[in-house]
């Protein structure tokens, strides 16, 4: 019998990449990903998730713990799929995807999303403050430039909980974001296509660089945009890993494409 996360996987390898009917295929990839429930990526069995992480929390090792623990269903060329888990009081600073999209949906406890667009920004939107040298060169870099954060209605932070839609982002639209747990740990289902491509060999056949660049809000703009600057990754943001432990899925090989 094909289990509902196979269905997902499937439906995501047959909507991505980009090509006919786009729209539709990804309406049925949303509505199927959301019928995905904790106990069908095998969350129910998570070690982070039990009272084993919570005794830890409460010795001197607590520092050592991860603020973010990484499940992964499956990764090939086309999509990479995992399940977050971001403890308590914890988040995923305010990272990108690159020409990529990406679906989120909500397993368990209250996520807080809050998701940017970048804007067309040149040197002409420079205010004074920012007149440096330092920050024209990081203009004409892209890695400063404006952002809608919270003028535009379909990216206000947004709380999510198990009963809520999935959140998508897209290549030119909510595509950076900080995800927070709220009141406790949460989970959630990561979608993405195509996958990060961190420093690819010069044999593999997708050449297009995609790395997870950081971002820090630096100021207000005009019109309710903010400046947004590319910062080094976070020091104290690191995942740890558990390995997955959800219904199996048949024939994973299959959602390779040719
Ligand atoms: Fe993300």
Same mark, same amino acid.
């Given at each position: 019998?094909?289990?509902?996360?196979?269905?997902?996987?499937?439906?995501?390898?047959?909507?991505?990449?980009?090509?006919?009917?786009?729209?539709?295929?990804?309406?049925?990839?949303l509505e199927q990903t959301n019928q995905i429930k904790g106990s069908d990526v095998g969350l129910d069995k998570s070690r982070s998730l039990t009272s084993e992480r919570k005794s830890i929390r409460a010795e001197e090792y607590q520092d050592c713990l991860a603020p973010v623990s990484y499940i992964q269903v499956t990764e090939?060329?086309?999509?990479?799929?995992?399940?977050?888990?971001?403890?308590?009081?914890?988040?995923?600073?305010?990272?990108?995807?690159?020409?990529?999209?990406?679906?989120?949906?909500?397993?368990?406890?209250?996520?807080?999303?809050?998701?940017?667009?970048?804007?067309?920004?040149?040197?002409?939107?420079?205010?004074?403050?920012?007149?440096?040298?330092?920050?024209?060169?990081?203009?004409?870099?892209?890695?400063?430039?404006?952002?809608?954060?919270?003028?535009?209605?379909?990216?206000?932070?947004?709380? $999510?909980?198990?009963? =809520? #839609? &999935?959140?998508?982002?897209? *290549?030119?639209?909510?595509?950076?974001? /900080?995800? !927070?747990?709220?009141?406790?740990?949460?989970?959630? $289902?990561?979608?993405? =296509? #195509? &996958?990060?491509?961190?420093? *690819?060999?010069?044999?593999?056949?997708? /050449?297009? !660089?995609?790395?997870?660049?950081?971002?820090?809000?630096?100021?207000?703009?005009?019109?309710?945009?903010?400046?947004?600057?590319?910062?080094?990754?976070?020091?104290?943001?690191?995942?740890?890993?558990?390995?997955?432990?959800?219904?199996?899925?048949?024939?994973?090989?299959?959602?390779?494409?040719?």
């Open positions: 019998m094909c289990h509902a996360l196979d269905k997902v996987l499937q439906l995501a390898m047959a909507t991505f990449p980009k090509s006919g009917n786009f729209a539709a295929k990804l309406e049925r990839l090939n060329p086309v999509i990479s799929v995992g399940v977050f888990i971001i403890h308590e009081g914890e988040k995923i600073p305010m990272h990108d995807h690159p020409n990529m999209h990406g679906i989120i949906k909500c397993l368990q406890g209250h996520l807080r999303i809050s998701s940017l667009t970048r804007r067309e920004t040149s040197l002409g939107d420079l205010p004074e403050r920012f007149s440096a040298e330092v920050f024209k060169t990081k203009i004409q870099t892209g890695q400063l430039f404006l952002i809608i954060f919270d003028c535009a209605e379909a990216h206000l932070p947004v709380i $999510l909980n198990s009963d =809520s #839609p &999935p959140c998508l982002l897209q *290549p030119d639209s909510g595509n950076i974001h /900080q995800i !927070e747990s709220v009141n406790g740990s949460a989970a959630f $289902l990561d979608i993405l =296509s #195509p &996958p990060y491509n961190i420093d *690819p060999s010069p044999d593999y056949h997708d /050449q297009e !660089e995609r790395d997870c660049n950081y971002y820090r809000v630096i100021g207000e703009g005009k019109d309710g945009f903010r400046w947004l600057l590319q910062i080094p990754p976070p020091a104290n943001f690191f995942c740890d890993t558990e390995p997955y432990k959800g219904p199996e899925l048949t024939n994973p090989e299959d959602y390779q494409k040719p």
